[in-house]
């Protein structure tokens, strides 16, 4: 039997243990009677794309180049003081 792991508890699930199965395009997420009786809507399933602009087009830094991607990981945010209060 495949090993599944509970998508809120992170518990690794028996062999006999009841669970919830949700198809999520092509993903399937698993949640355990216990965790899906408490909370039957399933949350938090899809990774956060981050956009960023690099030579002028805003693009998802997950298709960018791996340099390009490790640059960005050297980036600082800095949030500009307007002046208006």
Not at 1 to 8: L, P, Q, S
Not at 13 to 24: A, G, I, N, R
Not at 31 to 48: A, G, W, Y
Request: charged share 35%; glycine share 4%; proline share 4%.
């Amino acid at each position: 039997m495949k090993k599944y792991t509970c998508h809120d508890c992170g518990r690794t699930l028996q062999h006999d243990e009841e669970y919830m199965p949700y198809k999520v395009d092509s993903e399937t997420y698993v949640k355990c009677k216990s965790c899906h009786q408490k909370n039957p809507v399933l949350k938090s399933f899809r990774k956060t794309e981050i956009y960023s602009r690099v030579v002028g087009y805003i693009r998802p830094v997950e298709q960018w180049n791996e340099g390009k991607q490790e640059e960005y990981k050297d980036r600082k945010e800095y949030v500009a003081d307007s002046g208006c209060h």
